[in-house]
Every structure is written in structure tokens, then in C-alpha cells.
């Protein structure tokens, strides 16, 4: 059995019906468990007081914004090279979850920088890279819409998933290139030392699943309408010719 | 059961209450746009199945 007989349209929506509901449930919990957790009860940090409560949106959101590029890459380059449609048709449905993601970040971290740093927004390597990444995702979503043929369509999106995945990676590691800017690194980490108290770690761990698990969902539920989509648009061609 | 969140009410109420909405509309969007893309090839088959038959 091979992932590539996924690439299949028939094959991908009968393994997603199958999958979808349970993906459903497990998210649902997943989010319940992690937000109650999180806002209720955990403490506040001796710092930033009550407002470390924001963590638990804000690192899953801004996390999976750049997650879902690097997903809608993965697909892109299968699209470029295999030249399969369910990959294609995936990135294009991971586009507008990856972009709520990023507007729940901006949103979020605006919230929380605003009491702690005393201002709303900073031109910082991070938060600017975060913000073009945002734009990518735009632009994206643009495109597919500005062009009718689908597979030129899939080819220039592709590209430009490319050429955005620069700011994807330095949203993520800007911090690291650059030692300067207000906002932090990593609140997640292998080396212990860095991370975040276990008090606030678990309960964060449990909302990151549950962003990764919606988002899973989300682009499941959504690639199988665009799959849906491809064929209506087909079957109306069809009839336009007869 | 509510926790005192002081000062900051305002800026930990606004992001959950921002990061619900935007999920929420993401994912109603989502389950619309399935539905209405399902029901619309659903009849667009019908009507060529009929018209072949």
C-alpha cells in the first residue's frame, strides 16, 4: 500500500469519509480540554500576571499559520513534480485555514503586546516576516481565484508557495538571524531550560494538538469539497460542449 | 469558576473571544461551502444521468 494511490480522487474520498468523523470528535475534545485547561485553570505568571492566559491561542495559531505553508509547500512541490491534483486541490483548501491562523496570531499578539511591551505593533524581523507571510497568503488565495484553467492555475500558485516559503521560514527563525526586536524566541523547545513552566506547558501542548488536529480536519473537509469542485466544473464543461 | 484576570481582563477576554469568532467562521464557512458544492454536483449528476438515460 503506497500514499500515492491517495493521489487517487476516488481513492482520497473514500479514506477521508471514513477518517473525517473521527478527526472531527478528536479535535473537538482536543480544543474543550485545551482552552478550559488553559484559562481556567492555570495560574498567572509572575510577570505578565493574567495575560500569559493569551499563550494558549496565540503560540498554536501563529505556530500552524507557518505550519500550513510549509504543508501547502510540501503539496505544491508533489503538484510541480507528480503532478497529482489532490495535492494541488489541498493546498489550495489548506490557504484559508493557514490565513485565520494568521489573523488569530496578529490579532491575539497584538492583545498581549499592547500590556506588555506598551505598544500594539513593532516593525521587528519577526512580526514583520509574520505579517508578509499573511500577504503571501492573500495573494495566494488571489490567484487561484484570478485564473480560470485550473492547472495553469495550480502551476503559478505553486510558485508563489515557493518564493513565500521564504517568510515562512523566517517568521519562524527571525529571532535566531536576528538578536533584535521585542518579540521573544521560542516558548517551545527541545532543551528543557527554554521552555515554558510545566504549569503552563502541558496545558499548551494539549491546545497545540488540538490547533493541528482542526486544522487536519479543516483541510481534509475542504480538499474534498475542492475535489467535489474540480469534478462539478468538469461535468458543467462537459455539458457546455454537448 | 471565572478566574480574576485584573488589569488585563480586557486583553485575555478580546483574544479568546477573536481567536473564537475567527474559528468559527472558518469552520462554518468550510461546512457551507461542503454542502452547498455537494448538493449542486449532486443535481448537476441527476440531471446528466437522466438526460443520458
Redesign the interface.
Known sequence: MSIWEYANPKKFMQASEAVLPWLAALTAVSLVVG?IWG??FTP?DFRQ???V??IY??VP?AMMAINAWIMMLAASLIWLVRRHHVSVLAAKAAA??GL?FV??AL??GA??G??MWGTWWAWEPRLTSFLILGLFYLGYIALWSAIEDPDTAADLTSVLCLVGSVFAVLSRYAVNFWSQGLHQGASLSLDAEENVADVFWYPLLVCIGGFVL?FLT?VL??T??EV??R??LA??AR?RMA | MMPDLGAYAAAVLGSYAATLALLAAIVGLSLWRAARIKRTLRDVERRRERDLG
Open positions: 482552552l484559562f481556567f498567572d500576571g493574567s495575560t492566559k493569551i491561542v496565540h495559531s484559508p485555514v485565520t489573523l488569530i490579532v491575539t492583545l498581549w499592547q500590556p482542526l479543516l473537509l475542504r474534498r469539497t467535489r469542485m469534478r462539478l461535468l458543467l455539458e
